[in-house]
C-alpha cells in the first residue's frame, strides 16, 4: 500500500494539515479551538483524511507540532508551580542577571517570573561546583513542605538545586520522596531539564516545563486516546525546538523542549529548499495568525542555540522574555500576526499586537463575535485578501466588519479614512518585522540584504514583497503549499534528540582526552536511547558542539568539532575552530589568551530527507490573469487595478509583472509594482526586484 504521512501544526489561530500519499500531497487549514485543542486537530484529521479517501487506519504515522506550550507561557495560562530551592537562593530566578537590558528607560518592566515569591520554599541542602555534597537533604523539611502545596493548590514542582547539574542526588531524592507523600503532583527535575551551570537559566527552564507540563500531558492523552479510538495505530511523534522528531513519552516530561516546535518546522522546510535550490543564504520568514518568526540560514542550515527566550516585551530587545536553556533553531518570534489586534496608543501612535484575536473571536471580519481592528482585516479593507476566494471559499469574510473595525480602532482617533486607517496598521506590522528582522540580524553579525526570502505561513505571503523591500532584498520564494508551510516542514523532519554536559575543560597540558572521550560515548548512549525508540534500525548522524570561550570571559560561543574521538592532537584543532568562529562573529581575534570549554553537547538524528536534484528551467511564457481587482498600492494608498491570478493554473516558466494577486486556498500572494514573478520548475512562486 502506498504510505501515507500526516502532519499536524497547531497555530494560535489555525491549526494546519499536510497529507503526503505517495507523490499526492493535500493540505488543510481549520480553526484552532483553544479551549479543546485536540477537537480542531481531530475535525481537520478527518476532513483531509475524507478529501484523499483514507480512513486513520491508513495513516502510517503522524507527526505534531504545536504552540500551546508558547501560548500558556506567553499568555500566563500554565499550571499553578511550585519552585524548590537550595535555602538562600530563592530570590535568584527573580534577581536574574541583575542587569536592565533598557538602561534609559525608567518605566522599564523587567518580566515577572513564572512562579511567584510565595510558591518558591527553601530546602536545606548544598551541593558544591565538583558535586561533593557539603550539606545533606533534610527529608523532613521537605516534607513538611507537602500541607504549603496542597493549601495553595500547587500541581506543579520545579526542583532547582545548586549545582545539581554536578551531582543530582539531592534532586533524584526529593523527586522520589515528593512521588511517595503526593504522587498526583508534577515534579520537573532542573539537573533533567537543563543539566548545565548557570542557575537562573537551569531554574527559569524548569520552572517553565514544570508550568506547562500538566497542561500538555493532558493534551497529550486526550489527543492520543482519541486517534486509537479511530483506529490510529502507527506512531505519533512531536516536532522539538530543535527540529527534530521525538516520542510523545519524551514530549510528556519535557515539553519544554516542543516551546518552538511549529516555527522549528518552517525552518526545516526553508532549509531544505535552500538546499534544492542552490541558495546559500536564506532569511526565513513564517507568519501566521499569531505570531511572525524570522529565522538566518546558512549554507542550507539553520543556526542552532543552546538557549533562547520566550514572550519578549520590550522592543524584542534581548533580556526582556523569560530565558529557555533547550536546544532550539535559532529565530526571532513576534506577536505580528493575521490577527494581531491594531490600536491607537497614548501618544497617538498606531500599535499592533501582541495581543491577538486568536480563532476565538477571531478578527472582526470572520464574522464570530471579533470587534476588534486586525492585521486581517487592514488586509480586507485594502483588498489584498479576496473575501469571496479565503480559504477556498470555503469562509466568507465580511469586508464591512473589517472597515468598521479599522474605522473604530484607528480611523476614528486618528481622523483617518477607512484605506489610510488600514494602510497604516499593515505598514506597522510589517516595520515591526522588518525592525525585528535587522535585530536579529545585528545580534549575529550577519547582513540581509544579499539573502533570498522564503516566505511561508498564511499571512506571509501578503507582506513578504513589502518586507522585502523594507530589508532591500532583491529575491522572495514562496513555495508551494507555502499556506501549512510549517507543517509540510514536519515531514522532513529527521528522528533526533539532543544530550548536553557541563565539563571544564582548559585547552592546555591538562587536556584529558580519554576522560572525555567516555563522557562522550556516554552522551552517545543516552542519545541513542531515545532516537532508536521511534527509528530502531535507521542509519544515524552525529553532529558535536562544545560551549567554548577566551579564558575569563562571561559567555562562550557554541563551536562546531569533530565527532572524531578526541586524542592528544585535538587540543590545536579545538582552538582553531574556536578562533575562527570568534573572528568570524566579532572580526577579531585575541592573541595570547588561552581557551577553554565549559560544555559538550550531542546532537544525534536520522538522516536528513534527500534533496530532489532540480529540473531543468521550464520555458517562459506570459500568465493569463484570471481578472482584475482594486488593490490599494501600499506607496501612493491608491486604488489601482490589480491582475489576478489562480495559482493552480500557473504552469511551471509562467511569468507575471507587479502589482498583482496570486490566490490559493490557504494564502494569497501579493506582489508590488516593484516585481515580477516566475513559477520555477518546482511549482515556486519567484519574485525578482526590478532593476
Not at 547539574?165 to 498526583?184: G, Q, T
Not at 526553508?270 to 526565513?284: C, E, K, N, P, Y
Not at 487592514?378 to 471559499?393: E, H
Not at 575552530?577 to 562573529?585: K, M, N, T
Amino acid at each position: 500500500m502506498t504510505s501515507a504521512r500526516l502532519a499536524v501544526d497547531i497555530g494560535g489561530t489555525f491549526t494546519d494539515f499536510a497529507l503526503e500519499v505517495g507523490n499526492e500531497r493535500f493540505s488543510r487549514k481549520v480553526l484552532t479551538t483553544p479551549s479543546a485543542p485536540e477537537q480542531g486537530v481531530l475535525a481537520g484529521i478527518e476532513q483531509i483524511l475524507t478529501e484523499a479517501r483514507l480512513r486513520p487506519a491508513d495513516l502510517d504515522l503522524i507527526i505534531h507540532g504545536t504552540t500551546l506550550a508558547t501560548n500558556a507561557i506567553i499568555e500566563r495560562k500554565g499550571a499553578k508551580t511550585a519552585l524548590l530551592v537550595t535555602r538562600g537562593f530563592r530570590d535568584a530566578i527573580e534577581m536574574a542577571y541583575e542587569h536592565r537590558f533598557e538602561q534609559y528607560d525608567i518605566f522599564m518592566d523587567k518580566p515577572a517570573p513564572l512562579v511567584p515569591r510565595h510558591l518558591r520554599l527553601a530546602v536545606p541542602e548544598r551541593i558544591d561546583a565538583t558535586g561533593r555534597i557539603i550539606e545533606p537533604l533534610d527529608e523532613s523539611a521537605l516534607a513538611d513542605l507537602i500541607p504549603v502545596l496542597r493549601k495553595e493548590a500547587v500541581i506543579s514542582v520545579a526542583l532547582g538545586y545548586l549545582h545539581s547539574y554536578a551531582n543530582p542526588v539531592h534532586e533524584l531524592r526529593s523527586r522520589d520522596i515528593l512521588r511517595e507523600i503526593a504522587p498526583d503532583i508534577a515534579v520537573t527535575l532542573s539537573s533533567e531539564v537543563c543539566p548545565e551551570i548557570r542557575e537562573y537559566e537551569r531554574w527559569s527552564t524548569a520552572c517553565a516545563n514544570a508550568y506547562v507540563q500538566p497542561v500538555m500531558a493532558r493534551y497529550l492523552k486526550l489527543l492520543e486516546d482519541a486517534l486509537i479510538a479511530r483506529g490510529f495505530a502507527g506512531p505519533l511523534f512531536l516536532i522539538t525546538s530543535a527540529g527534530g522528531l521525538t516520542t510523545v513519552d519524551i514530549a510528556r516530561r519535557l515539553p519544554i523542549r516542543l516551546v518552538e516546535s511549529g516555527p522549528a518546522g518552517g525552518a526545516i522546510l526553508a532549509s531544505h529548499l535552500a538546499r534544492q535550490l542552490g541558495h546559500d543564504h536564506i532569511l526565513s520568514f513564517d507568519m501566521g495568525g499569531t505570531t511572525a518568526k524570522i529565522c538566518l540560514i546558512d549554507d542550507g542550515a539553520p543556526h542552532f542555540s543552546r538557549s533562547f527566550e520566550v514572550a519578549r516585551q520590550y522592543r524584542f530587545l534581548k533580556g526582556s522574555g523569560i530565558p529557555i536553556r533547550v536546544p532550539v533553531i535559532e529565530m526571532v518570534e513576534i506577536g505580528a500576526g493575521g490577527g494581531s489586534i491594531a490600536y491607537v496608543d497614548n501618544l497617538a501612535r498606531i500599535q499592533v499586537g501582541p495581543e491577538s484575536a486568536g480563532s476565538e473571536p477571531g478578527p472582526a471580519c470572520y464574522k464570530r463575535g471579533g470587534q476588534l481592528a486586525t492585521v486581517t482585516d487592514a488586509n480586507v479593507s485594502l483588498g489584498r485578501i479576496q473575501v469571496d476566494r479565503f480559504a477556498g471559499g470555503k469562509m466568507q469574510l465580511d469586508p464591512d466588519a473589517s472597515a468598521k473595525a479599522i474605522d473604530a480602532s484607528v480611523g476614528a482617533f486618528l481622523k483617518l479614512d477607512i484605506t489610510r486607517a488600514a494602510l497604516g496598521v499593515t505598514e506597522v506590522v510589517e516595520e515591526n518585522m522588518a525592525n525585528a528582522a535587522r535585530v536579529h540580524a545585528v545580534e549575529r553579525g550577519k547582513d540581509l540584504s544579499s539573502r533570498c526570502m522564503i516566505a511561508f505561513g498564511g499571512a506571509a505571503p501578503i507582506h513578504a514583497a513589502r518586507l522585502a523591500e523594507k530589508l532591500d532584498i532583491s529575491t522572495v520564494i514562496v513555495p508551494s503549499g507555502a499556506g501549512v508551510g510549517s507543517a509540510f516542514g514536519f515531514l522532513l523532519a529527521p528522528i533526533a534528540y539532543e544530550v548536553v554536559r557541563t565539563r571544564y575543560t582548559p585547552l592546555d597540558a591538562t587536556f584529558d582526552f580519554a576522560a572525555l572521550n567516555q563522557l562522550r560515548a556516554g552522551m552517545r548512549l543516552e542519545a541513542e536511547a531515545v532516537v532508536r525508540l521511534g527509528a530502531p534500525l535507521a542509519p544515524l548522524t552525529e553532529a558535536w558542539t562544545s560551549s567554548m570561550r577566551y579564558r575569563g570571559q562571561g559567555h562562550e560561543l557554541l563551536v562546531t568539532i569533530p565527532d572524531d574521538d578526541l586524542d592528544a592532537t585535538s587540543v590545536t584543532e579545538l582552538e582553531r575552530l574556536f578562533v575562527a568562529d570568534y573572528e568570524a562573529q566579532f572580526g577579531r581575534r585575541i592573541p595570547g589568551l588561552d581557551v577553554e570549554i565549559l560544555g559538550w553537547s550531542l546532537r544525534l538524528a536520522t538522516e536528513a530527507a534527500p534533496i530532489v536534484r532540480r529540473p531543468a528551467p521550464p520555458p517562459d511564457q506570459a500568465a493569463r490573469a484570471a481578472g482584475s481587482v482594486d488593490v490599494v498600492d501600499p506607496l501612493t494608498g491608491r486604488l489601482q487595478k490589480t491582475d489576478l491570478y489562480i495559482r493552480t493554473r500557473l504552469a511551471p516558466g509562467s511569468m507575471l509583472d507587479g502589482p498583482a494577486l496570486i490566490v490559493e486556498d490557504e494564502t494569497t500572494t501579493l506582489v508590488t509594482g516593484n516585481f515580477t514573478a516566475a513559477i520555477d520548475a518546482f511549482g515556486s512562486i519567484v519574485m525578482t526586484r526590478k532593476r
